[in-house]
């Protein structure tokens, strides 16, 4: 058990209480659990796939103008997260179980995120999140399959949640675009007026 395996689930649970600004982080705590033993091929393709689904999320959305008026959880949902990673931590513990089980404490933060949060791009960040935690829990494994199914599933929700938010959210650019015309159109319409 190393610091960097706890430090996965603390983050996973800022995923959960902010959001994808989070994810970033979470990938590289995330890669970083998978290669402190040392540097195996399934160590290194998933430690990649990790940063792979947490950076493009964020620099993908930098290009679209976020909506958080449709957000209205409460504070609630990080502690009810905590209180299922916690459950989790003793129910290994009984079961005798030596190793930390940070991906399934991981994967359960992605769940609460999508269960408990309305926005798509939380429900986004929160599957990424559930996904980063089954490719940590292949790799600690060495279970090349599950690894190998987790990382086409990782590519599925990376394209439909980023098509899905290219179709809702507006753009920057677009946003931007009408604001500037918005005040072009302003003193010229003053002027004609006097």
């Not at 995330?30 to 393709?45: F, H, K, R, S």
């Not at 060495?142 to 753009?171: D, F, K």
Request: proline content about 5%; hydrophobic content about 60%; aromatic content about 4%.
């Amino acid at each position: 058990m190393t610091l960097v395996a706890i430090l996965v689930p603390l983050v996973a649970l800022c995923v959960v209480a902010r959001g994808v600004g989070f994810l970033l982080l979470t990938g590289v705590v995330t890669a970083l659990a998978m290669l402190v033993d040392g540097l195996t091929p399934l160590q290194e393709a998933g430690a990649g796939l990790a940063l792979l689904f947490a950076v493009v999320p964020p620099v993908f959305l930098m290009r679209y103008q976020h909506d958080g008026a449709h957000e209205r959880s409460g504070v609630a949902v990080p502690f009810f997260a905590l209180g299922l990673m916690v459950l989790l931590l003793l129910a290994c513990e009984r079961a005798g179980s030596t190793v930390f089980p940070a991906g399934l404490c991981a994967m359960v933060a992605g769940l609460v995120a999508v269960v408990c949060r309305q926005s798509m791009v939380w429900q986004w960040a929160g599957l990424l999140t559930c996904i980063e935690g089954v490719l940590l829990s292949a790799v600690l494994g060495r279970q090349p399959v599950v690894l190998g199914v987790t990382a086409l599933a990782g590519v599925v929700v990376l394209l439909l949640g980023g098509m899905c938010i290219h179709r809702i959210m507006p753009r920057v650019v677009a946003v931007r675009a009408a604001g500037q015309r918005g005040r072009r159109a302003g003193p010229i319409d003053g002027g004609t007026d006097a």
